[in-house]
């Protein structure tokens, strides 16, 4: 099997401008070593008006966190009042690009079917995605937790290539974990990413399944990380609210040490 380097991604979610943007990488960069870095790959998703501040920040201190972002529209330009496009963001040195969060399927109308225009347009432009996937509370009640986990997997990869599945990143998020403190039991989390696994093996081959990175997310700290990475189908963490403070996002990305 392809050794995966485990990925720990900070997603800020509407939280720190520029400014105190600036001042979290700076303090990250104090707590992270070169360790650190050769054990995980780090990246972090502040909004988009900090987007600019923090790659300036991370380019001019050789600071070796990715930067990523949380959204961006399918067109390369036009006519869409509040969008960015896939293109603006790779020209801000954009490599990862978080597409499908539940709260964007919730509260933003979200569809399958935009995730896989999202997915396109974000391998076109050279970036990573990271697809989110993950059931409701109803929905693990009432036993749909395989069907739409299967769902949202076939329909958000659909048509693209083996080798971009292989390379790119799926986060497992179950909604009823996300914000709660209710962290998935590393059971399963672990049975949701092997779900994820054995989908994109069914579709897009063993090497496909074999490089593709599955990140879990869903009330992510400090205490929690090493026993969920200890599973054999997760390969990182996507962090919202433990990622904004440097102290416990670097506890994290050092999970081997907790
Ligand atoms: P929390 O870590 O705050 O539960 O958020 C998880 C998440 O939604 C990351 O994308």
Not at 5 to 33: C, F, R, T, V
Not at 87 to 116: C, P, W
Not at 180 to 202: E, F, N, S
Request: net charge negative; charged share 20%; glycine share 10%.
């Amino acid at each position: 099997m392809a050794e995966r380097k485990p990925l720990i991604s900070g997603n800020w979610k509407m939280h720190m401008n520029h400014l105190e943007a600036i001042q979290l990488i700076q303090k990250l960069s104090y707590a992270l070593d070169h360790a650190d870095y050769a054990s995980a790959d780090v990246s972090i998703h502040p909004p988009c008006t900090s987007l600019r501040s923090a790659q300036t920040v991370l380019e001019a201190d050789g600071i070796p966190i990715a930067l990523g972002a949380q959204h961006c529209h399918w067109e390369g330009a036009g006519a869409y009042t509040g969008e960015v496009s896939p293109a603006m963001l790779a020209k801000l040195a954009v490599s990862y690009v978080i597409a499908g969060h539940s709260e964007r399927r919730q509260l933003f109308g979200e569809t399958d079917e935009n995730v896989n225009r999202r997915l396109r347009a974000i391998l076109s432009a050279g970036m990573t995605p990271i697809m989110c996937c993950g059931e409701t509370l109803e929905e693990r009640e009432a036993g749909q937790t395989e069907p739409r986990i299967t769902a949202q997997v076939d329909a958000g990869l659909a048509g693209l290539k083996q080798a971009q599945v292989g390379a790119m990143v799926i986060a497992y998020e179950p909604v009823w974990a996300i914000g709660t403190g209710h962290t998935a039991t590393p059971d399963d989390a672990q049975a949701g990413c092997a779900l994820i696994r054995d989908r994109v093996r069914a579709g897009f081959g063993a090497e496909a399944a074999a490089g593709v990175r599955i990140q879990y997310g869903g009330s992510v700290k400090p205490v929690n990380v090493a026993e969920l990475m200890a599973q054999p189908d997760i390969d990182g963490a996507l962090v919202g609210g433990a990622s904004l403070e440097a102290d416990s996002f670097s506890r994290i990305v050092r999970f081997r040490l907790q």
